[in-house]
C-alpha cells in the first residue's frame, strides 16, 4: 500500500534534479564567472593570461588580479577585454573591469611541442637556402602551416 505521506518515487526526469543540485555551487560562484575562470587563457589570449587572473564576476564588473604596470596597460585594453570576454559569454555580462593588486604566480614554463615533420618537397626547399638564419625562419614557418592543417 502507498504511504500518503511519502513523495512519488517513480521514474522522473533526470532534467528536473539539475536546478535543485546545481543552485549551491551557483551561489558560490555564477555560471559565467566559473566559464571565465576555466576558459580565461582562451578568451584574453596567452599573453595577457600569462600576468592576470580573473578573481570574481559580480554585478556586471569582472575583478582582475594583476601587477600595477599590467593594470596601466589593460585599462587601456579594456574595451576589447570586455568585448572578448562578453563574446566567449555570449551575452553582455560583463560592464566594466576592476584590477586588484596581486604578484605574478609562477607560471609552469609551457612545454616545447615536438618539431612537425616536414614533406619531403618542403625539406628540398629548404636544403637550397643558403643563409642558415633564414633557413630556420623558414622551417618554423612551414612547420605552423603544416602544423594547422
Not at 582562451?42 to 587572473?53: F, S
Not at 600595477?68 to 587601456?76: I, K, R
Not at 611541442?113 to 612551414?142: K, S
Request: proline share 11%; net charge positive; aromatic share 4%.
Amino acid at each position: 500500500m502507498i504511504d500518503p505521506r511519502r513523495p512519488d518515487l517513480g521514474l522522473r526526469p533526470l532534467g528536473g534534479f539539475i536546478p535543485r543540485l546545481t543552485r549551491p555551487a551557483f551561489k558560490k560562484r555564477s555560471p559565467a564567472g566559473a566559464l571565465l575562470m576555466a576558459d580565461w587563457a582562451g578568451i584574453v589570449g596567452p599573453a595577457i593570461a600569462a600576468v592576470t587572473v580573473p578573481k570574481r564576476l559580480t554585478g556586471g564588473t569582472l575583478t582582475i588580479g594583476c601587477s600595477g604596470p599590467v593594470a596601466m596597460e589593460l585599462q587601456h585594453l579594456a574595451p576589447q577585454l570586455i568585448g572578448r570576454v562578453n563574446a566567449a559569454l555570449g551575452s553582455v555580462t560583463v560592464e566594466s573591469l576592476r584590477f586588484v593588486q596581486q604578484a605574478p604566480s609562477a607560471a609552469a614554463a609551457p612545454r616545447a611541442r615536438p618539431a612537425a615533420p616536414l614533406p619531403d618537397t618542403v625539406r628540398g626547399a629548404l636544403d637550397t637556402v643558403g643563409n642558415p638564419e633564414l633557413r630556420d625562419a623558414l622551417a618554423r614557418l612551414a612547420r605552423g602551416v603544416y602544423r594547422a592543417r
